[in-house]
């Protein structure tokens, strides 16, 4: 029940004024470059006038040709018009298009250029709950509906519809009243079916999407887990849980063309009978003389000029609401606000001597699981603080909150007495240096993923980074040095090369406080003591926060703490925890014994 009553709200009239929001949206994008618009519509009505203008003459040259005594200067004069008024509204149109094109250039690439910024202002939560795939589907169908609404509202219905109104004027004015009626009845029939039928139809297009995006999200979610598909031999077994994506994404697209057909064969049928009730006034009326063969030609280029841009309104409408439903979710995702933002108040981050505090800091991913529980340090200017516990115990989430990648539901964070809610992300987060458990790289080369703890760093500052975290003999021995590309998620280096990749990255930041996040966890041993002789030389006179299961890489910490299910249960140097014998103590022993039976 309540999947279906979500359903039944996904096709309330809400969803409409979302498509109408993001419609609105979309505008200050385009009304930037009024000026071009402006010019664009000009000639757009321009070639209208041209086009509609067509007929009128036609007609003048038939009826010029059916009296014997007429020169022929004038019909030729006609003819000569005739082939203006083509060209000019051919060239008008080109002319208006290619004014128009930049507009609709800035215009997509000013909505896209926003999204990319806004998903990158999202919480760490946003991005742990989206999938990769249907996000990816979702933004390049909102960037074709972008394009397709602005040339097609502008450039085609508003324009059918003007020239509707001309030729239903002309034909008020020059002919019975009935042709006028019959073009402006057409319409309105036309219109009304297109409208209710596509609205109809409408929840076979959502369906369809959604379909469609769970099937990319599938695709791309297994493809990103290639190795753990190996690993596990699940080849077949992915291929029939995409299989099951696809065929419901079949059942839904047959569904929308099956109701895309019924709507063409009714918009076919009420232009026929429109085309069919004209031409049988026009003939009658040439049957009695009340009518030239001239005005049976204009009536039948009307005809033939109006409703054939009026089949093609109808194509227009379907895909503009199309357009409406794509836009919607490209637009949900600028529309919705991150969970962590600067406050009006905050300020640059100010580091005057580098002093962290957690002050009584509770915080919980779940209200119904705290992960944290009052949890209360000071890492002094310069010196260098250890978090040791079991996994799951909270130590990593310390990272997140000093980052903020999270606000803590209790207590306090402050660095030099600035609490982290009242300064701005971006000054935070340059003041700190991050080495994560788990590294990931660019698809992009060794050089790119190095630098880019500073961009804006020189090609010798980048291979000193390399060389003090130890990676640079590994760079020189690969064919292509530091142009070699690491693969997607750097899955072409091992755990070591990725995590020294990273130690580099901070090394080049240069920050005052510095995290290391298990940074040593997938180095051998050998390499694990050379790196930790660097770290231990770059976080000198650094504030730093160390996060660690090997507590061999701990000892020369000024001060280590136990975390047990959210809560500081012991604390003090290596000595004292050793000589207390308590948690710390038998954690000591316990891996003591680990690398002993290793070494056997």
Not at 170 to 197: H, N, Q
Not at 515 to 537: K, M, N, P, Y
Request: glycine letters at 6%.
């Amino acid at each position: 029940m309540a999947l279906d009553r979500r359903r039944s709200d996904s096709m309330a009239p809400r969803i409409t004024l979302n498509q109408w929001r993001a419609a609105l949206s979309l505008f200050p994008y385009v009304w930037q470059y009024k000026q071009r618009v402006l010019a664009a519509m000009g000639l757009l009505v321009c070639a209208k006038l041209a086009n509609v203008s067509v007929p009128l003459v036609l007609k003048e040259i038939v009826d010029h040709f059916q009296d014997p005594a007429v020169s022929l200067t004038l019909p030729i004069l006609f003819v000569v018009l005739y082939g203006a008024l083509r060209f000019g509204n051919t060239a008008l149109t080109e002319l208006r298009d290619g004014l128009f094109a930049r507009v609709l250039q800035r215009a997509m690439r000013g909505v896209i250029h926003d999204v990319f910024k806004h998903l990158h202002a999202q919480s760490l939560r946003y991005h742990l709950e989206r999938r990769t795939g249907g996000l990816a589907a979702d933004i390049e169908r909102g960037a074709r509906s972008i394009r397709f609404l602005i040339n097609f509202s502008l450039f085609n219905i508003a324009p059918t519809l003007l020239e509707i109104l001309m030729v239903a004027g002309i034909l008020f004015a020059k002919y019975d009243a009935w042709f006028g009626g019959i073009t402006l009845g057409t319409l309105f029939v036309y219109i009304f079916f297109t409208v209710v039928v596509t609205n109809w139809r409408l929840k076979f297009r959502r369906n369809m999407n959604e379909t469609d995006a769970a099937a990319n999200a599938r695709a791309v979610d297994s493809l990103l887990n290639y190795e753990t598909v190996k690993y596990f031999n699940n080849e077949e077994y992915e291929v029939r849980r995409l299989n099951q994506d696809l065929k419901q994404a079949e059942e839904a697209a047959v569904r929308s063309e099956i109701s895309l057909a019924w709507l063409n064969a009714g918009q076919a049928a009420i232009i026929a009978l429109g085309v069919s009730a004209m031409m049988a006034l026009a003939t009658q009326g040439v049957a009695k003389g009340e009518m030239t063969i001239g005005d049976l030609v204009l009536v039948n280029a009307f005809l033939i000029q109006l409703f054939i841009p009026l089949n093609f309104l109808g194509t227009v409408y379907r895909e503009i609401r199309n357009a409406l439903t794509d836009m919607e979710k490209l637009f949900g995702i600028l529309h919705r606000p991150p969970e962590i933002q600067d406050g009006e108040q905050a300020r640059p981050l100010a580091i005057r001597q580098g002093e962290v505090r957690f002050d009584a800091v509770s915080f919980a991913y779940d209200p119904r699981r705290p992960i944290l529980d009052q949890v209360s340090f000071t890492i002094p200017a310069g010196r260098k603080l250890a978090v040791v516990g079991a996994s799951g115990a909270g130590k990593s989430t310390l990272s997140r909150l000093l980052f903020r990648f999270y606000d803590v539901t209790g207590g306090a964070i402050t660095i030099d007495g600035q609490d982290l809610r009242d300064v701005t992300q971006h000054s935070l987060r340059a003041a700190v240096g991050m080495v994560p458990q788990d590294t990931v790289l660019f698809n992009d080369t060794l050089f790119h993923n190095i630098a880019y703890g500073n961009p804006e760093a020189s090609r010798d500052e980048v291979l000193e980074a390399a060389r003090a975290a130890h990676l640079d003999r590994f760079i020189e021995s690969l064919p292509d040095g530091y142009e070699t590309v690491v693969g997607e998620r750097g899955l072409k280096l091992s755990g070591g090369e990725k995590q020294r990749v990273a130690i580099a990255r901070a090394i080049l930041k240069n920050p005052p406080i510095l995290v290391f996040d298990e940074a040593t966890s997938s180095l051998d041993s050998g390499t694990e003591q050379a790196i930790q002789e660097e770290l231990t030389r770059i976080s000198r006179n650094r504030t730093t926060l160390v996060i660690a299961h090997r507590l061999s890489t701990v000892v020369d910490a000024d001060e280590i703490l136990v975390l047990d299910q959210g809560r500081v249960v012991e604390r003090g140097r290596h000595e004292e925890l050793m000589m207390a014998d308590g948690r710390y103590a038998a954690m000591w022993r316990l891996q003591l014994r680990e690398r002993s039976d290793q070494t056997r």
